[in-house]
Every structure is written in C-alpha cells, then in structure tokens.
C-alpha cells in the first residue's frame, strides 16, 4: 500500500505563492479540518497567535487525487537550485502528441507569465521545443511538459 504524503514549499508569501500554484494546478484552497467552520476558527482552537494566521496556505487537488501542497512562512530568501521539482505537464505529458502537447504548454507559459512566473530556458528535442523550465514568483524552478 503506498504512502500518502503531500508536499511543503518554503516561502516568504504564502498566501500568494499558494495562489500561483493554484492557477498553476487547478488546486482550491484546502477546506479547514473536520468540525470546523475556517481556518480561522480552527487556529483560534488550537491557540495559533493570531499574527501567525498568514504563516501558511494549504491547497488540494478538488477532485481528491493529487496530493495536498502547503506553504509555509520562513524567514530565510530561497538560496540555491531546488533539488526536487514539478513537471507540471499542462501538455498532457510526453505520451501525447508533440502537435497537441506543444500549444498547451505554450499557452501555459502565458498564463503563468502574467501570474508572475518567470521563463528561464526553453528546452528542445530532436530539433523542436520540448518543455520550458520557469521559476514561480519565489523563484522555484518547475517545468511545463
């Protein structure tokens, strides 16, 4: 049986960097825990001091089958290359056509764009574009496939 797990991005913004992986993924915000009304409510629960409320954002996939993606505030700037990165592949993949696949990603990087992400390279195979490596507006490296 395989392990659920979700994924923890460090950031300065979670609120926003949560609204561009949003868009990114077509996520929702993470409803509040079973019993309660917000996370608000929830937070006043468990005794989080109020001006900790916006220390971290939570989405999850609406149709329940990707895993779960938080934000979290840290104080440190992002350093260095990520080591792990998504693939997000608004193409469908490289199991579909390249004809199909290519105006997709290409319409992705648009919308990204405006939502603040930046291209960093555009990689080709066999003479033609392949995926383009962007950076989210924190500057974590992801690909469109």
């Known amino acids: 049986m395989a392990t ?14 949560a609204e561009f992986w949003a868009l990114a993924l077509g996520y929702a915000e993470k409803p509040a825990p079973t019993g309660f009304g ?3 409510e929830w937070f006043s629960h468990h005794e989080v001091p109020e001006d900790e409320w916006d220390d971290g ?4 996939d609406p149709e329940g089958a990707g ?55 555009e990689e080709g195979l066999r003479g033609r574009p392949d995926h383009v490596v962007m950076a989210d507006p924190e500057g974590n490296e992801f690909c469109l496939v």
């Open 38 to 40: 917000s996370w608000e």
């Open 4 to 17: 659920n797990w979700s994924l923890t991005i460090d950031c300065a913004h979670p609120a926003k960097l």
């Open 67 to 121: 895993p779960h993606m938080s934000f979290l505030k840290v104080p440190e700037p992002k350093a260095a290359k990520n080591r792990v990165h998504l693939d997000v592949q608004v193409g469908g993949g490289r199991e579909t056509p390249w004809e199909v696949r290519w105006p997709r990603v290409a319409e992705a990087v648009e919308r990204l764009t405006a939502a603040g992400a930046t291209v960093i390279r």
């Open 57 to 60: 954002a939570y989405l999850c």
